[in-house]
């Protein structure tokens, strides 16, 4: 009988629970073949026709049944409740039901009341299901299914603090019964105490004792989701449907680690098709499955108009299912609004209005088209779009907000509102951290899976995003001025999005934009490194290397990723930041000329005038043939193109784009730059005072305050010449803003004007609050070794390296080495650290290892020991190519640092082998071993020359001189003789 088979009525169970009704159709049928017409089993099917919507189909079937003695009771509820849902409500029929209900529950059996139960807890009368389950447990304490009945009973009635009650019930109810519904039972409550390898236990069980239990695979699917193991999530996936075909869930969940965890929207696409095609097979009558997945998929699309389309189909299979239902209408107006169709989502929104007139979100909905249009300058049919009306309406859902859960959706909407009623930056940032807060918060303890995507609400997030990005500047802050509040939020959003969803390119663009902003450039590079894993021909990505490499001032690299970003985009020529950064380069090879013709194109490009509104921007930066423009790459464009004129002479052209940027960047986070440009063209105009007033008007809490005043110390230092008020300038920054890095300003400044004492004072008072700064602690000892007090610098260094700092013994054994104590330096460069600095990796071990045996080298060279000074040389070769093979992977920044320390290395072999040896072949083969690691080096290449010709060959000694001459524009005299002496 079915009611012995524990394995199909778990299934049951689990599918209507999960809302899977066509499912329990299908396993109904499949268990009629097995145990011919059992009423338990029309019980189950006419609880899924119930929820599928079909109740004349439910009541039909559950007549067939009612007179069964095992589900009698449970029949006539489910009859009663069916009635109850008609459109012509049969009261006497009804009151019907319920008095033979009476009169059957009189001398009901123990399992005719646990049916009862069942029908009670699927049709979500919990109060019922929980009263009559608490009876039978106490009438019998050994009815196993009744007490996991009564734990799921307890479990999903959405009660706090009934997880771990249900938890101990069901440890009750599985003792010395092996009941795989149970097991998975006791799994969820696991779960909602993050006990996830218990949980994965208990579904191993029923795995193991029922194999071909569907719910037990699914569910052991869903926990590795929420350990965050979506690669064996992924493999229980593909064994699910292999067990049963287009299961829905799988499908989600691999669509949903395709699109989040790998960015390949358009292998997302096919899949959501498949999923479509799946809920039209399998649950042909379940609006609320279309709409969970359109929803879903809608939140993580990224305003992909490929799967917005998709979802949109689910949307719309929903509503053709249930057209009364606002929420999927609702959803449908979102999608809309998704897909920049403001005018459409805004009729919508009304109509949603009309079917609900106390919908909190439909209005919220409306509020937000009206807003971003109004942004975007977008005018909808009759609305007044006016900013006061629309305060009203946010007033008004404040206060009606109660149990709604929109404050987060409400505090953007005012961030935007205030936004464009010109509020202070500082208070819209205020807003926008309510809102970052009160969204993570209401995410609770939900575990890692689709509803937690469906509650994060990426979209949302990266609309929180777009609007901080507003408010925080554009262009890399010194490494000594504090983040910014709108930058740490930003931060804090992006570094959760990165964690849950590394696929979402443009959140690891937006982050990697917020580490280039902080300062982090090794940061930045590495985020875009992960960006492009997932998708190579992201161009914005590849602009954004090649403003790193061109804050390093590294104009190679810059020319080498434009063209990669052209290759892969080759509309990005019409980008302004393209033309900004290709300028830049030309400026750097001296050819103004070009980089103001270069200016002059990107100032007429869209969006550098006239800034581009902030959903243009959204939609932008999810197109890869559109790329968004900051306001920093704005103003960057004007600036650049003052400073060329300038360098012309060209200074009015320059004062007309300089009072142009004054105009365009009035009350922005820019408007520091342009206070600090424009205190720079009057320094060339020669008017100092100017300047000055003009950096003096700049305060300590706005962005860019730090490089302000290093502009007027060099002012008061190359212009009036005055070293006290050169040096007050880092004192007044240092006391203002004390931190390492302005600790480091000052003291620098007084070694600048031969003030090493001062500077001493500095560096240690810095030193003892941060002892495990190596950057301050070098600077202590540098300046020590000005002033002359070497016994009191090498001291320094050796109790220093005792505290730790074991970094410090290459600067103690070149002191060493140039007070000629060659004897003590030897010590400390062979005394290997313990265990070498803590938290160092192995490509910082090698790299130090080099640096020891380089040093190591040199002094061996100073003490006349040929010998140990070859085995050295080519010891530190052999280190510094493993350097080489593991920094293009683990630093990939640092590739050219190395590749110099390797050339160096093999130039010094090679003066061994010239000078030492006279063996001048071995020294041509480490010297063009030297070219291949910098292959422009134009003295190892003047080397050669001079070495092929006292070998007698002329024709290498003329090629490695018409290289010189080439690399050089022939300007370089050396090439030009050594040339002619072999002509």
């Known amino acids: 009988m079915a009611t012995e088979d524990l394995e199909t009525l778990g299934t049951l169970n689990y599918y209507l629970l999960e809302g899977y009704y066509r499912h329990v159709q299908v396993t109904v049928l499949e268990a009629t073949r097995k145990y011919g017409s059992d009423p338990v089993l029309s019980l189950y099917k006419g609880l899924s026709l119930l929820h599928e919507g079909q109740i004349q189909e439910c009541i039909r079937e ?64 919990i109060k019922s299901a929980r009263d009559f389950a608490d009876r039978l447990v106490k009438q019998n304490e050994n009815f196993k299914q009744a007490i996991i009945l009564k734990s799921w009973i307890e479990l999903t009635s959405g009660r706090d603090m009934t997880a771990k009650k249900a938890g101990r019930l069901f440890d009750q109810g599985l003792a010395d019964n092996k009941d795989p519904f149970g097991y998975i039972g006791r799994a969820r409550c696991l779960i909602k105490t993050k006990k ?39 493999e229980s996936a593909q064994k699910l449907l292999n067990m049963k075909s287009q299961y829905p869930e799988a499908l989600i969940l691999l669509t949903l680690n395709t699109i989040t965890q790998n960015g390949r929207f358009s292998e997302a696409v096919n899949q959501l098709s498949e999923l479509i095609q799946a809920i039209d097979r399998f649950e042909p ?83 937000t088209c009206q807003l971003v249009a109004m942004d975007n300058n977008i005018p909808l049919q009759q609305e007044r779009n006016e900013l006061q009306d629309i305060q009203d309406q946010l007033e008004f859902l404040t206060e009606i907000k109660d149990s709604t859960n929109i404050d987060a959706e409400l505090f953007h909407l005012k961030a935007i509102h205030g936004r464009l009623n010109g509020r202070p930056s500082e208070e819209l940032t205020e807003i926008l951290e309510a809102a970052r807060q009160t969204h993570f918060k209401n995410l609770g303890n939900t575990p890692l899976g689709a509803d937690y995507f469906m509650q994060l609400n990426t979209d949302f997030l990266m609309m929180l995003v777009s609007e901080l990005f507003n408010l925080i500047p554009s262009q890399p802050l010194n490494s000594g001025h504090a983040s910014t509040p709108a930058l740490k939020c930003v931060d804090m959003v992006l570094t959760t999005l990165n964690q849950v969803a590394p696929g ?44 790193i490499h061109e804050q390093h001032g590294n104009y190679a690299a810059v020319g080498k990723y434009l063209d990669t970003a052209l290759s892969y985009n ?46 243009q921007t959204k939609v932008a930066s999810s197109r890869k043939s559109t790329i968004p423009l900051d306001n920093g790459d704005r103003l960057s464009i004007f600036l650049e193109l003052v400073e060329a004129h300038t360098s012309k002479n060209e200074t009015h052209e320059a004062a007309k784009v300089m009072q142009d940027a004054i105009n365009a960047f009035r009350g922005t986070p820019e408007e520091v730059r342009v206070k600090i440009a424009n205190a720079d063209l009057s320094l060339k105009r020669g008017d100092v005072e100017q300047a000055l007033t003009m950096l003096r008007a700049i305060q300590p809490s706005q962005p860019y305050y730090i490089q302000a005043k290093q502009k007027m110390a060099n002012i008061y230092l190359n212009h009036r010449k005055d070293r006290k008020l050169y040096t007050s300038c880092y004192r007044d920054l240092y006391e203002t803003m004390p931190s390492n890095h ?81 004897n003590k330096a030897e010590r400390v460069l062979q005394a290997e650290p313990d265990g070498g600095e803590a938290g160092e990796s192995g490509l910082e071990k090698a790299m130090s290892e080099s640096k020891r045996l380089t040093l190591l080298a040199n ?125």
């Open 62 to 125: 559950m007549q067939l049944i009612k007179d069964k003695s095992t589900v009698d009771l449970a029949s006539h509820a489910l009859l009663a409740h069916a009635h109850k849902r008609c459109r012509n409500v049969d009261k006497e029929t009804v009151a019907a039901l319920d008095a033979r209900m009476k009169e059957l529950r009189k001398r009901a059996s123990e399992q005719q009341i646990y049916f009862l139960i069942i029908v009670f807890w699927h049709i979500k009368n």
């Open 285 to 367: 009558q379940n609006p609320l499955l279309y709409f969970r997945c359109g929803r879903l998929f809608a939140t993580v699309a990224g305003r992909n108009i490929q799967i917005l389309n998709q979802t949109m189909t689910l949307v719309e299979r929903a509503i053709s299912l249930d057209d009364n239902n606002v929420e999927f209408a609702i959803e449908m107006a979102k999608q809309l609004f998704l897909m920049g169709k403001f005018k459409e989502s805004n009729a919508q929104y009304k109509k949603c209005m009309q079917l609900d007139e106390s919908s909190v979100h439909a209005l919220l909905g409306s509020l």
């Open 504 to 547: 979402m390119h443009e959140a690891l663009f937006s982050r990697s934009k917020t580490l280039f902003i902080a300062g982090d450039m090794d940061g930045a590079m590495a985020m875009l490194e992960k960006c492009l894993e997932n998708d190579v021909t992201f161009s914005p990505a590849h602009l954004l290397r090649a403003e």
């Open 859 to 983: 002094l061996y060279r100073e003490t006349k020991r040929p010998d140990d000074e070859m085995a050295t040389l080519n010891k530190a070769r052999d280190v510094q190519a493993k350097v080489l093979k593991r920094v293009q992977i683990e630093q990939p920044d640092q590739i050219q640092e190395e590749k110099l320390k390797a050339s160096n290395i093999c130039c010094q072999l090679a003066n061994y082998s010239r000078t030492v040896e006279n063996n001048l072949q071995n020294a041509v083969k480490y010297l063009k071993e030297a070219l291949i690691y910098c292959e422009n080096d134009v003295k190892v290449m003047l080397e050669l020359a001079k070495i092929e010709m006292q070998l007698g060959n002329d024709e290498g000694c003329q090629q490695y001189c018409q290289q010189v001459l080439r690399i050089t524009h022939d300007n370089n005299d050396q090439a030009s003789m050594v040339r002619m002496c072999v002509s």
């Open 196 to 234: 996830y390898s218990h949980a994965m236990e208990s579904v191993n069980q029923a795995i193991v004792g029922f194999p071909n239990f569907v719910p037990a695979q699914a569910e052991r699917m869903r926990i590795y989701l929420a350990l965050m193991n979506w690669d064996q999530m992924v």
């Open 742 to 822: 302005t600790s480091l300003l000052l003291g620098d400044a007084y070694m600048k004007v031969q003030q090493p004492d001062n500077a001493v004072k500095i560096y240690e008072a810095a030193l003892r609050k941060n002892p495990r700064d190596g950057a301050l602690a070098s600077k202590v000892g540098q300046a020590l070794t000005t002033t002359h007090d070497f016994k009191k610098a090498i001291t320094y260094y050796e109790t220093a390296m005792k505290n730790g700092q074991k970094w410090l013994r290459f600067e103690l054994a070149l002191l060493l080495i140039k007070l000629k104590n060659f």
């Open 570 to 615: 080759f509309e990005i020529r019409e980008h302004p930041k393209y033309h900004l950064l290709k300028a830049k380069t030309q400026k750097h090879a001296n050819d103004l000329d070009e980089a103001i013709k270069t200016l002059k194109i990107a100032m007429s490009l869209p969006g550098v005038k006239k800034p581009l509104s902030s959903f």
